[in-house]
């Protein structure tokens, strides 16, 4: 291997490194915090009024939403609506 090429390797990527979010899976408020334009308390109204993916709870301090359902909601925010959830009936 040539220095140049030792060097260029040994560099530090050209921009920062931005956050990715898997297409399946669960995550916390905070791995999904930088792909959601609104705040916690802001997410928790929609959440609460069907606008949002719902949260699923995994103990009492632990929250976590699917991200598939999130992934959903960012493709369209506006014309989002929550499923209803097995076992509840729809409204």
């Known amino acids: 291997?040539?220095?140049?090429?030792?060097?260029?390797?040994?560099?530090?990527p050209a921009g920062p490194i931005l956050p990715v979010?898997?297409?399946?899976?669960?995550?916390?408020?905070?791995q999904i915090a930088p792909f959601i334009p609104c705040c916690r308390e802001t997410w928790r109204k929609l959440v609460l009024a069907g606008k949002a993916p719902p949260a699923i709870r995994l103990s009492e301090?632990?929250?976590v939403y699917k991200n598939e359902e999130i992934h959903?909601?960012?493709?369209?925010p506006?014309?989002?609506?929550?499923a209803p959830q097995e076992g509840r009936e729809a409204a």
Request: aromatic share 8%; charged share 25%.
């Open 61 to 63: 301090n632990c929250t």
């Open 21 to 30: 979010l898997p297409a399946m899976g669960l995550s916390k408020w905070a």
């Open 72 to 76: 959903r909601y960012l493709a369209d």
């Open 1 to 12: 291997m040539s220095n140049a090429t030792e060097e260029a390797s040994k560099k530090e």
């Open 78 to 82: 506006l014309g989002y609506t929550a």
